[in-house]
């Protein structure tokens, strides 16, 4: 029987992408997978997708991106077994997930589970000419890989009454395991716990109402780390969602560098690229509408003064219900205003400084994944 066995001595290849989505481009692209990934992109979930024709270099490209990939997503429809290119694909899937712990996610699409598991139907007839053309090795792990990845837990699209359910579905699905690996990073970040829950807590989630929120304390506390966790924890439940990292940086020396962050921002809630500059000190009726109308999450991080936090949030009055804007800044002078709170970061105390005191100085390991908040 083939395996994968896993390679333990090889290096995990660091995360670079949320989701590899593998498919069969003719029966899908133009339909089902556009669907699919609009509704990735409305969640701000990071994906690689192969929308080009393969060839030459592009399969190490690929290989590489699935390697990178947190979850991949394989898309069985009627024609995928008769691409090479697919079952390489999903070899190498089946790959990473053995050595690395990857995620695969199936979705049958138009296609029964057990042609997948046991190469009937159009899987049957893809493989009665890959028989033809390639030796028995390639085709047993095409086999094999087929079997493995259609015993796993995934959606069958026959159990939905439309595409749009289906799609709703697998982003809530994959937005679930991707908070699930966000809070197993959060568990070596030595009093992160006692940080977040009173910030969520201000926050007021529950509430319609549009809020701000300032955090602060003193340089290299922590803040810039406690609003990146705040801001993976809750951004599947917004429709539009903008972290500004670097403010005091970005913006520093004059204000049109503060109205170039402030288009940057506008850019990525509105999903326009070419956002025209007489919008950005006065928007349009039509664009104030577009934004009232949306859920919005917000972090600008490092704020340093006045100056810039209005040119940044002057937009706050537009934004729809339940949005929400946290500020991080070292002076606190900076969050008199518009600020519904204020939290002011801890230190660490005691016990927890002598814990990371002792991971640092008497753990070993290759990967550091413990750290100061």
Not at 134 to 153: D, E, F, G, H, P
Not at 317 to 341: C, H, N
């Amino acid at each position: 029987m083939l395996i994968f066995s896993p390679t333990s001595s090889s290096p995990v290849p660091q995360i670079k992408y949320d989701v590899f989505v593998s498919f069969r481009g003719s029966d899908i692209r133009k339909n089902f997978l556009s669907h699919v990934l609009e509704a990735f992109s409305r969640k701000k979930i990071v994906v690689f997708s192969d929308k080009k024709l393969r060839g030459g270099d592009e399969i190490s490209e690929l290989h590489t991106a699935i390697e990178k990939s947190l979850i991949s997503l394989v898309i069985f429809s009627p024609n995928f077994a008769s691409s090479h290119w697919c079952l390489d694909e999903l070899v190498k899937i089946v790959e990473c997930r053995a050595n690395y712990g990857r995620i695969l996610l199936p979705v049958f699409y138009q296609v029964e589970p057990s042609d997948v598991r046991h190469q009937n139907g159009s899987y049957r007839d893809a493989f009665a000419q890959h028989e033809q053309k390639y030796n028995l090795n390639k085709v047993l792990s095409w086999r094999y890989a087929l079997k493995q990845s259609a015993n796993m837990s995934g959606f069958d699209s026959s159990h939905f009454p439309d595409d749009a359910k289906l799609v709703e579905e697998i982003v809530q699905n994959v937005l679930t395991k991707l908070n699930q690996v966000d809070q197993g990073k959060s568990k070596g970040l030595i009093g992160i716990e006692k940080q977040i829950l009173p910030i969520e807590s201000l926050l007021h989630l529950e509430s319609e109402d549009v809020r701000v929120l300032g955090i602060w304390g003193m340089p290299g506390i922590g803040k810039t780390t406690i609003a990146e966790e705040v801001f993976r924890r809750l951004r599947s439940k917004y429709e539009s969602c903008y972290f500004m990292a670097n403010v005091r940086e970005e913006s520093e020396g004059c204000r049109t560098n503060s109205l170039r962050l402030r288009k940057n921002l506008l850019s990525t809630l509105l999903e326009e690229e070419d956002l025209k500059d007489d919008m950005i000190n006065g928007l349009p009726p039509l664009v104030k509408k577009r934004l009232s109308r949306m859920k919005v999450l917000i972090v600008l991080d490092d704020v340093k003064d006045a100056e810039q936090l209005e040119v940044l949030i002057g937009i706050v009055d537009w934004l729809g219900p339940g949005s929400r804007i946290i500020i991080t800044t070292r002076d606190k002078q900076v969050l008199a205003g518009k600020f519904d709170d204020i939290y002011e970061v801890e230190p660490l105390d005691s016990a927890e400084s002598f814990q990371l005191f002792n991971f640092y100085a008497f753990t070993k390991h290759e990967h550091l994944e413990m750290e100061y908040y």
